[in-house]
């Protein structure tokens, strides 16, 4: 262990460097873990670009993140527990534990969480810790033993996949349930994997690119629709659960119109633009809701869907870059569709 440690940090929007920086710490009793794969996710690109996606969707606000941020949330590594070495997959926040949204089971909405990779909540610091980087640490009981069927790289889609259950729980999604998928950006992926695993009757996933159509048609599903601006799933279909992670106003007009009675749907990307909506749009009791983060419960879920086979995310990865390179693996994540990538992951 060094306390001196390649990291790759968001010193403003728009500035993104990698260099060596003290180890930030994660408080008395911490865990230093070993990097061994963490994933681009599509926050931290919105991050690099003037965005704060976690205080949107959790807090309703457009807050302005701090500097020297250490960017990455979608981590494993090695970390030591009961004195020798685990494999690890980390839950990358902590919620206060006291405020009426954790009391009541919901930490996944806490106001007042520290974040690995989004520099909530740990007022002041120099740098704040991120799991971009060859060491970082992080809080007792929040490293997960990952079970050896699952490979690091694999492991980097659990915080996604605790976000897709998360999105099926407030979806509603079940047994027999009809399912649209809009958007499939890896937690679409994932949170239509997550259907079918609950037994959904069918699930229609809908995408404006090519890439991630093939990549779905490859994991089974063959209810896929190339969708463009004007129309995402065909007008005369009705589905029991839609979840939106893309929120354009286009997008989620169309949903509403797709929803069967009593059906819901559930928007993981919320943005500031509004779209008109007549209330008899929402009779026979169907309902929009917003799926934000996960709980905690999820993420052990997420782990045994993976270790399962239930899911399967093996051909997601299309590109791998060294901790070193970072800046050119946010250049082709930010060209992803000329690049054909869609998850990229980075390593030591």
Not at 240 to 246: E, V
Not at 282 to 289: D, F, G, K, Q, W
């Given at each position: 262990m060094t306390d001196d440690v390649l990291s790759v940090i968001l010193a403003g929007p728009h500035d993104l460097r990698v260099e060596r920086i003290p180890r930030p710490s994660a408080g008395p009793g911490a865990l230093t873990v070993r990097m061994r794969a963490c994933g681009i996710c599509g926050s931290d690109l919105r991050y690099l670009n003037g965005e704060n996606p976690w205080a949107l969707h959790t807090l309703g606000e457009d807050l302005v993140s701090p500097p020297n941020m250490v960017l990455g949330h979608e981590v494993a590594g090695l970390a030591e527990l009961d004195g020798r070495e685990e494999r690890v997959a980390i839950l990358a926040y902590r919620a206060c534990g006291r405020c009426p949204a954790c009391r009541s089971g919901r930490e996944n909405i806490c106001a007042n969480v520290q974040h690995i990779g989004h520099a909530t909540g740990w007022g002041t610091m120099s740098h704040y810790p991120g799991g971009m980087a060859e060491e970082f640490e992080v809080w007792p009981g929040f490293a997960y033993p990952l079970p050896e069927s699952v490979s690091f790289d694999e492991a980097t889609f659990l915080d996604g996949l605790a976000v897709a259950i998360h999105a099926c729980d407030r979806a509603r999604v079940g047994s027999g349930s009809r399912v649209a998928i809009v958007g499939l950006g890896p937690i679409g992926m994932l949170a239509a994997q997550v259907a079918?695993?609950?037994?959904?009757?069918?699930?229609?996933?809908?995408?404006?690119?090519?890439?991630?159509?093939?990549?779905?048609?490859?994991?089974?599903?063959?209810?896929?629709?190339?969708?463009?601006?004007?129309?995402?799933?065909?007008?005369?279909?009705?589905?029991?659960?839609?979840?939106?992670?893309?929120?354009?106003?286009?997008?989620?007009?169309?949903?509403?119109?797709?929803?069967?009675?009593?059906?819901?749907?559930?928007?993981?990307?919320?943005?500031?633009?509004?779209?008109?909506?007549?209330?008899?749009?929402?009779?026979?009791?169907?309902?929009?809701?917003?799926?934000?983060?996960?709980?905690?419960?999820?993420?052990?879920?997420?782990?045994?869907?993976?270790?399962?086979?239930?899911?399967?995310?093996?051909g997601l990865v299309t590109h791998h870059f060294p901790l070193a390179r970072a800046k050119e693996a946010f250049e082709v994540m930010a060209n992803k569709d000329r690049e054909r990538a869609y998850k990229i992951v980075l390593h030591p």
């Open positions: 079918r695993s609950r037994g959904a009757e069918r699930v229609a996933v809908c995408d404006t690119t090519p890439l991630p159509l093939e990549l779905a048609t490859g994991l089974g599903f063959d209810e896929t629709h190339q969708a463009s601006a004007e129309r995402f799933l065909a007008s005369d279909e009705e589905y029991d659960a839609i979840i939106d992670t893309i929120g354009v106003p286009g997008a989620l007009r169309q949903a509403v119109s797709n929803l069967a009675p009593g059906g819901t749907l559930a928007l993981l990307s919320v943005h500031a633009t509004s779209f008109p909506l007549a209330s008899v749009s929402l009779s026979a009791e169907r309902s929009i809701t917003t799926a934000a983060n996960n709980r905690y419960d999820d993420f052990p879920r997420a782990i045994e869907l993976l270790a399962s086979g239930e899911v399967s995310v093996a």
